[in-house]
């Protein structure tokens, strides 16, 4: 083909040529509103071609004009024109739920159906029946007490008790209730030559033996005044068992105490008066056990100081002769004096805290008798004020 051939022409694209061709229709603007006939025109005016003959400005002014009408009446509908419908047809503004509720009208009305929001449900008032449930399970719920401060009360009401046999274990187990029991009188003497000053040696060193840490060479390497053994090694043995018990009580009442002294302080910052009620029910518990063990050991005693042993010790490892050592150190009336002793100071212990944990109206928060009968109260049916209200009690009968 050569430069002078003459070239094909190319179709003209330019929708102002023919603007009534309804395969550009998608190209021309929506009229949405009344002033959709009048924009295309003024921009039309405001930009014309140039070159264009009045004739030819008119024609197209005239065909934008009334392209919609010839669109809709006499061309077939475009995709785009069908979707351009399609949505025009959607509400794109439902009405607001409070509109609703309230019975406003709208304009437009919504062409599906709408659930109701989920805060609707808040107006319906459930059945009187299930209202009076509701606060009845609120009311026992707020008169529920913590469960913490009760077993901390239960735990320091069983420890005293035990607490109180380690200590006067201890007391009794020192070389001072050991001097008091060879120098009182009545106290049984030695038929095979010890005299008091030697009981009072050999006893200290058998009673030190049982709260240090030294091993059975303590007791083993004593001598008479003859060069023999003091203590045979059946005594030396029995010994070591009497100290594995002895120690092991102590410890556990060390950590006993630990673990009440923790309950005390857990009960006085959670719990008004819960460490007066925890040592009150543990001096009755302790009050129960001392007299139940001390009429058991009144009844027989020799019954009583075997099951004792039995308890801790293996079946011929704590029985020996009238003339060894431990026996004339130790004789049946000493422990007879040590049990007393060891009743005694738990007893007067758990009466003491008996007395000073009591119940009185103070204690627990009534008010006196004369303040009730001055209000016009009766004795049947005391005013009762919780020990957690008890400041504001006394705060209301100050302003008074």
Known sequence: MSDKSQKPQEPDTDVHEDPNEPAFDWMKPKPSTASSTSAPATKAAAVPEAGAAPKREAAVAGSITDAPAAASAAQPESRAGRKAAEAADV?????????????????????????????????????????????????????????????????????????????????????????????????????????????????????????????????????????????????????????????????????????????????????????????????????????????????????????????????????FSLDDTLIRLFPGQFWVDAGIVIGALVFLAATLTFILTWPTRSRRGLEPKQAQETAGGSEDTPEVVSEDDKATKEASDSKR
């Open 91 to 319: 509400d794109p503004e439902p009405p607001l739920f409070a509109d609703t509720l309230a019975g406003a009208s709208t304009d437009k009305q919504p062409s599906h159906y709408s659930e109701p929001l989920p805060t609707s449900a808040l107006q319906v008032r459930p059945p009187e029946d299930e209202v009076a449930r509701r606060n009845a399970e609120r009311e026992q719920a707020a008169k529920v007490k913590p469960i913490g401060p009760r077993i901390f009360q239960v735990l320091l009401a069983v420890f005293f008790p035990v607490i109180l046999l380690v200590l006067a274990v201890r007391a009794v187990t020192s070389p001072l209730f050991l001097w008091m029991e060879y120098n009182r009188p009545g106290f049984p003497g030695d038929g095979y030559g010890f005299s008091t000053d030697d009981r009072m040696t050999y006893g200290s060193y058998a009673v030190d033996y049982l709260s240090n840490w030294a091993g059975p060479r303590y007791l083993g390497g004593l001598v008479n005044l003859d060069g023999a053994k003091l203590f045979k090694d059946s005594e030396v043995a029995h010994m070591a068992d009497v100290k594995l018990v002895i120690l092991s009580s102590f410890g556990a009442g060390l950590l006993l105490i630990v673990l009440s002294i923790i309950a005390i302080v857990y009960l006085r910052k959670r719990s008004n008066g819960g460490v007066r009620r925890g040592l009150f029910a543990g001096s009755i518990v302790t009050l129960v056990i001392i007299i139940g063990l001390a009429v058991l050991a009144a009844l027989s005693w020799q019954q009583f100081f075997t099951e004792f042993h039995r308890i801790f010790f293996a079946n011929g490892t704590w029985t």
